[in-house]
Nanobody, 121 residues
Framework: QVQLVELGGGLVQPGGSLRLSCAASGVIFSIDAMGWYRQAPGKERELVATITSGGSTNYADSAKGRFTISRDNAKNTAYLQMNNLEPEDTAVYLC???????????????WGQGTQVTVSS
């Protein structure tokens, strides 16, 4: 079983910062990309940022310049540093990992339960 656990959400004022973490645990042979997505009420899930095992990153336009994704491969953990948060960033943030549980497995996408981020004064 593979489990992704997100931590770090909460309530923050506009202009504030939060750091999310996502730890993958269980039977894991290798992880390719890890990423953060978000879903606001009444809206579709959207990409925030992704990072490959080699450290290549990709950001949504809304995240560029404000958010930074990073990763600790030894800990199977990804992070999302979010600065200058805006009310429009309010959403449930979900972690994704594209990984192989065993050497014989194909790559599959796994998702965490999500962590709520609320930006409000």
């Amino acid at each position: 079983q593979v489990q992704l656990v997100e931590l770090g959400g909460g309530l923050v004022q506009p202009g504030g910062s939060l750091r999310l973490s996502c730890a993958a645990s269980g039977v894991i042979f290798s992880i390719d990309a890890m990423g953060w997505y978000r879903q606001a009420p009444g809206k579709e899930r959207e990409l925030v940022a992704t990072i490959t095992s080699g450290g290549s990153t990709n950001y949504a336009d809304s995240a560029k310049g404000r958010f930074t994704i990073s990763r600790d491969n030894a800990k199977n953990t990804a992070y999302l540093q979010m600065n200058n948060l805006e009310p429009e960033d309010t959403a449930v943030y979900l972690c994704n990992a594209h990984l192989r549980p065993t050497i014989l497995s194909r790559f599959h996408d796994y998702w965490g339960q999500g962590t709520q981020v609320t930006v409000s004064s």
